[in-house]
């Protein structure tokens, strides 16, 4: 199977909300106190032009037979000025999606070295991301690519 990587047009839209909508589905079945099925397409037509047209966001897609399997989404990001927190420029990699039935076939490695090239090229000095604990398979996805867990988000319900 031929993969291709290339950056998001305008005219894939819907094709990427079948994506998005898979990874949301995901953390909704997971996490239903935190995610809901929205209405319409799952991300709005300006929200996914404004993505393409920001110069520090980057997207990323995976065509197989031309049809979009894969996609990633990640911004540059430049820390606040704060005494105490050393100045950085990095990137954050937002949603990062393989379409089940295309999985465990080096999809997602391959769109996360595009965006470990895009953030280079973008004079960013890491790669950094939230990954929900559920999420067993993505951990280990992301660990076996050289992530280290830097901090925890705890909740405790009231």
């Known amino acids: 199977m ?7 047009r305008q005219d894939d839209y819907d094709a990427l909300c079948v994506l998005f909508d898979e990874i949301d589905a995901l953390h909704r079945n997971h996490l239903p106190h935190l995610f809901q099925k929205g209405d319409g397409a799952a991300r709005e037509k ?3 032009e404004a ?3 920001e110069e520090n966001i980057s ?7 031309q049809t979009l399997v894969g996609l990633i989404h990640a911004e540059i990001i430049e820390t606040p000025v704060f005494p105490i927190i050393v100045p950085r420029r990095y990137t954050k990699v937002d949603n990062l999606v393989v379409k089940a ?3 465990n ?5 391959r ?6 090239d895009w953030a280079i090229a973008n004079e ?3 790669l950094e991301l939230t990954v929900y604990e559920f999420n067993k398979t993505a951990i280990a996805f992301y660990e076996k690519a050289g992530f280290q867990s830097v901090s925890r988000k705890m909740s405790k319900k009231i």
């Open 2 to 8: 031929q993969i291709n990587i290339r950056k998001a």
């Open 46 to 48: 300006d929200y996914y």
């Open 51 to 53: 993505l393409l047209a």
């Open 59 to 65: 997207l990323f897609v995976a065509e197989a037979d």
């Open 101 to 103: 039935g295309y999985q």
């Open 105 to 109: 076939q080096g999809i997602g490695k």
């Open 111 to 116: 769109l996360m070295d595009v965006v470990q």
């Open 124 to 126: 960013a000095t890491s």
